[in-house]
């Protein structure tokens, strides 16, 4: 499956997607690719920014850089599951963190996926279409 085979369509899509990394070249890029595929995309590239977005966007989906500026991803993810518009999302860790300490980490704070850079844009459309051909 890639972006050009409709698998997103195909399953109920597009979403809301909150992208949220310190890279600004890599949130560019993925913001691209999600934005291919029919998602409706914002970009944030630190935690206190995202978070005072996220009550009026209401993102269904959150991709999240752990290793963030200001709060790190870990505590941007326990306080998106406090709060009414998130506590459902997806939520997507993109991470150079892949010990399983940070897995662990990743699971407490209130992650569903924890994937590891440099990761496919198929495993992230992958994650997306599971979540959301069940609902």
């Not at 630190?46 to 993102?59: C, I, N």
């Not at 939520?91 to 940070?102: E, K, N, R």
Request: hydrophobic share 45%.
């Amino acid at each position: 499956m890639n972006i050009t085979d409709g698998a997103l369509g195909d399953s109920g899509l597009p979403r809301r997607v909150l992208l949220v990394d310190d890279s600004v070249d890599a949130a560019e890029a993925m913001s691209m690719l999600l934005e291919t595929l029919g998602h409706e995309v914002r970009v944030m590239h630190d935690g206190p920014s995202a978070l005072a977005m996220v009550d009026e966007f209401a993102p269904e989906v959150v991709i999240l850089d752990i290793g963030l500026p200001g709060m790190n991803g870990f505590e941007v993810a326990r306080d998106l599951r406090t709060r009414d518009v998130t506590k459902s999302a997806l939520l997507i860790a993109l991470t150079g963190y892949g010990a399983d300490s940070d897995r662990q980490k990743a699971h407490d704070a209130g992650f569903d996926h924890h994937l590891v850079k440099p990761v496919s844009f198929t495993a992230i459309e992958t994650v997306i279409i599971d979540k959301f051909s069940q609902a």
